[in-house]
């Protein structure tokens, strides 16, 4: 959650949020253009709007819970019940980064692995991944069908029980519920074959009604080593589960955290209520710290909790104080011998020099990012985070803590580096290898590190993000070019990345940092000759570049954003350029030459509201017949002829569908790339209709068509309309995975990409119509691609082979006879009936397949194997 941001030039690899060289002058003017806020609370919240404005229904005024378990639910009847529509999946390849890492809450080193090389790690809105080799890859081991969201996660400590872990899901944000949360969990999940499979504890289970269940948001899991229960830290209460039966054991309001010492006690935190104690934690608690109780503790919010293993009776207590613009948590230390708390908020830092808002005095975001550890063998040594991460070896005689990662210093916001290497700033995790007392693993907005040595007088950091594909994408982008694999994407707290062994990356799933802060919209320009491209990139509220052999602010002068900025490049005119300030639309046709003080302002819509959606028609632009599309935050879509030459927003068309909602977000239009005609409008919100088709957009007064068909509940991100031959393909990316339809006014979605994809959040699709590649991004798990395939038809049915299928019609085999084809290798078969569904599917067996028992008609067979993919048309008596 960066305020501040610097581009970079750096051709390195992980470089972000990493500043290029700037003179002093160039580093002013720089500084000048950023409009930060207060605190960093207050930026946190504005993403937190924007993200609750795209989900709540516009009626209510609140997300409804209930509507996300319908769109979950839907989900998985969507999946069981097959493809019903086109009988060919296109084959989805992710693009990672594999490189870099993005928010993750939960971390542990497996207790059985001596080595520690047995790693887990979960991302926010990513799943759970393990590794088996210390970081060097991952496997994702949670699974693709359920909800990508983990948030704490704990190992059975006991011998005999270590197989057994649990994670935990729901991000509470600490803000009121009016707001809801980003990422609503379904409850706590176990394993017992030590993380390699999953399987829900039914009990946790969320119906998704509003706040209908503590489980929906866990902020902490522990297993106590003595009695084996497992304690579960939700948004207002502690909760005990003894294998059979949960009990709350303890009950406020907001944040709590939950430890456990190895004794068995039990210490627990709760917003509003302070800490307790049980000798058990089946009953018997006892407050030992409330407000005013020690003297001078003023605890406004978050608290969380640390033991030193090496003392049973000490713990750690770092909470949220309120203040702003000073430190914004204290420090105390418990010493459960005596009953007695001392006071170390004194040595929190505040580093000499001017203050940077959110990175010095230290800072938590409102306890967004806050969490404390103690060195397994010394009591006294502490390390903390907030959007920095600090270490203090004896905090008794110490005189302050020491910045060891985040941000290099209180003189900016580039991040701290040491050996090229970045740490990255917002620390949620931090945790002790179990195995070695000097190496500490830190959990941030920036995926997994590691250093060896936390003694150090200079504290190196090894990133583990190998193949930890964790980034949350809100925009993506192709490279207008046919055939180059060039893309580019604008991700939550980890700016604009670049990949593509075209721009001169290792391979296509690595990816090059190019921009920091929060990541928005992106878009690749192509003027001239095949190497000579342009960058259009950007920030948080409404921060915007050129890249074109130099980096150049071009964000139109006293221009006004939402915090995503919004600008769009038309794909295949790539001089029309189009900038979202709030109401106001500014527009270019000079994209590589525009200066702040060049744009055309063209006004705002009648509707008065926020742009937020751009289309444009595909193809060479024409005066005559070149419009641009425009969806607003209050539901309208208007029609925007000649874009390129028509001054004023005035003359567009509101062709809004009229049984859209108002106040609702328009989050994706997509145009027929040869028919104009042709457009599909789709929305985010809950509760109100969200895919429209309309087949006339050229007329006055276009007519719309709902169709939804099976995502009624689906909260709608994104849309694309795709062509192989003359069939349409179209797609939407929604808050629970990617769904394509070639009728969609007729036939049911079919879930695309389940196995790769999954139930991700699709937040931005790209098209390249030259080439039928489709770039799917995602929010939390980075990037996916596609060459967009055609469903089976008879037109193109045995081509280039004499493969032939008898007798048809059949009774109970069909049999297959082919001089060109192999049957001694392995053959995968799979048999559609004549609406498209998978009705029957495996391997080939002397060149024949039972079709017994198949319903009577029309059906069609595709064989696959290497070089080989034919489909047959045949029928069953």
């Not at 550890?373 to 905090?395: L, Q």
């Not at 000079?590 to 509201?609: D, Y």
């Amino acid at each position: 959650m960066s305020i501040f941001w610097y581009y970079n030039q750096n051709e390195g690899i992980e470089t972000s949020n990493k500043p290029i060289s700037l003179t002093s002058e160039n580093s002013e003017t720089l500084k000048s253009k950023v409009k930060p806020k207060n605190s960093r609370q207050l930026f946190a919240q504005d993403r937190l709007l924007h993200e609750f404005n795209m989900q709540k229904n516009p009626l209510s005024g609140t997300i409804p819970m209930e509507e996300k378990q319908r769109e979950f639910d839907n989900t998985l009847s969507i999946k069981q019940e097959g493809r019903s529509n086109r009988t060919t999946s296109s084959t989805y390849v992710s693009r990672g980064p594999s490189n870099l890492g993005g928010r993750t809450r939960a971390f542990a080193v497996d207790l059985t692995d001596a080595t520690s090389n047995t790693l887990l790690s979960g991302g926010v809105s990513s799943g759970l991944f393990r590794s088996t080799n210390g970081g060097t890859s991952w496997t994702k081991v949670s699974a693709n069908d359920e909800i990508h969201n983990v948030t704490a996660l704990t190992q059975d400590p006991r011998a005999g029980f270590q197989n057994n872990w649990y994670y935990g899901t729901g991000e509470w944000t600490g803000n009121s519920a009016s707001l809801g949360a980003s990422y609503n969990g379904r409850g706590v999940w176990h394993s017992s074959d030590n993380g390699l499979t999953w399987a829900q504890l039914a009990v946790t289970s969320s119906v998704f009604e509003s706040y209908d269940s503590d489980f929906d948001f866990i902020n902490a899991l522990e297993v106590n080593p003595v009695s084996g229960h497992l304690f579960i830290a939700t948004v207002g209460s502690i909760y005990r589960y003894d294998g059979t039966n949960f009990t709350r054991e303890q009950q406020s309001s907001g944040w709590t955290d939950v430890i456990i010492a190895t004794t068995g006690r039990v210490y627990a935190s709760l917003e509003g209520s302070g800490v307790w104690t049980s000798p058990t934690g089946n009953g018997s608690w006892t407050r030992i710290a409330q407000n005013g109780t020690p003297t001078a503790w003023a605890s406004t919010g978050r608290i969380v909790l640390a033991e030193a293993p090496s003392n049973t009776n000490i713990i750690y207590a770092l909470y949220e104080n309120g203040n702003s613009n000073a430190i914004e948590a204290d420090l105390w230390k418990y010493d459960l011998s005596t009953t007695t708390w001392t006071n170390y908020s004194a040595k929190l830092p505040d580093e000499p020099g001017n203050d940077s808002p959110g990175n010095d005095p230290f800072a938590i975001q409102g306890g967004y990012d806050l969490v404390v550890s103690v060195k397994p063998d010394n009591e006294n040594f502490v390390v903390i985070g907030g959007t920095n991460v600090y270490k203090i070896e004896n905090i008794v005689n110490d005189a302050t803590f020491v910045r060891i990662g985040g941000y290099a210093n209180n003189n900016g916001y580039a991040l701290y580096s040491v050996g090229g290497v970045n740490h990255h700033s917002d620390i949620h995790a931090l945790e002790f290898d179990p195995n070695n007392d000097d190496i500490l693993y830190s959990g941030t907005d920036g995926g997994v590190h590691k250093t060896v040595d936390i003694s150090a007088a200079t504290i190196p950091w090894q990133s583990l993000n190998n193949g930890y594909v964790t980034y949350q994408y809100y925009h993506v982008a192709l490279d207008p070019q046919s055939g180059s694999n060039i893309v580019i994407g604008g991700a939550q707290d980890n700016g604009t990345t670049r990949g593509g062994t075209d721009a001169g990356l290792a391979d296509n799933t690595t990816m090059q940092s190019v921009f920091s802060g929060d990541g928005v919209a992106v878009a690749i320009g192509r003027l001239s000759t095949l190497t000579n491209y342009q960058l259009y990139v950007g920030a948080q509220q409404g921060i915007f570049y050129r890249d074109n052999n130099g980096y150049t602010d071009i964000a139109p002068a006293n221009s006004n954003s939402q915090f995503v900025t919004y600008f769009y490049l038309d794909p295949d005119n790539n001089n029309n350029l189009y900038y979202a300030g709030n109401q106001t639309l500014y527009k270019t046709n000079s994209a590589t030459t525009v200066t702040p003080t060049t744009w055309t302002n063209a006004g705002t819509l009648n509707t008065n509201e926020n742009l937020r959606t751009f289309a444009t028609t595909r193809g060479t632009y024409s005066a005559a017949s070149s419009y641009m599309l425009i969806g607003g935050n209050n539901g309208s879509v208007f029609r925007f002829d000649d874009p390129a030459n028509t001054a004023s927003l005035s003359a567009a068309v509101n062709i809004t569908p009229s049984t859209s909602s108002s106040g609702s977000i328009v989050s994706g239009l997509a145009i027929h790339p040869t028919n104009p005609d042709i457009v599909l409008a789709v929305y985010a919100n809950y509760g109100i209709n969200s895919i429209f088709l309309t087949t006339n957009a050229t007329a006055a007064s276009p007519t719309w068509t709902l169709v939804e068909k099976n995502l009624p509940a689906h909260s709608i991100r994104s849309a694309a309309i795709t062509t192989v031959g003359t069939e349409i393909i179209y797609f939407v990316g929604t808050a629970r995975g990617l769904y394509s339809n070639s009728d969609p006014v007729n036939n049911n979605w079919d879930l695309e990409g389940a196995n790769t994809i999954g139930l991700a959040v699709v937040s931005s699709l790209a098209y390249r119509p030259s080439d039928k590649k489709l770039l799917i991004g995602t929010h939390g798990n980075g990037m996916f691609e596609t060459t967009v395939e055609g469903s089976l038809s008879t037109k193109n049915f045995n081509k280039n082979t004499d493969l032939y299928s008898f007798p048809t019609p059949t009774l109970d085999v069909l049999n297959f006879r082919s001089s060109t084809i192999d049957f001694s290798k392995e053959i995968a078969y799979e048999i559609y009936s004549l609406t498209g569904k998978s009705v029957l599917k495996g391997t080939l067996n002397n060149k024949k397949i039972d079709v017994s028992r198949l319903n009577s008609g029309i059906h069609f067979v595709n064989l696959r194997a290497a070089n080989t993919n034919h489909t047959l048309k045949f029928i069953k008596n």
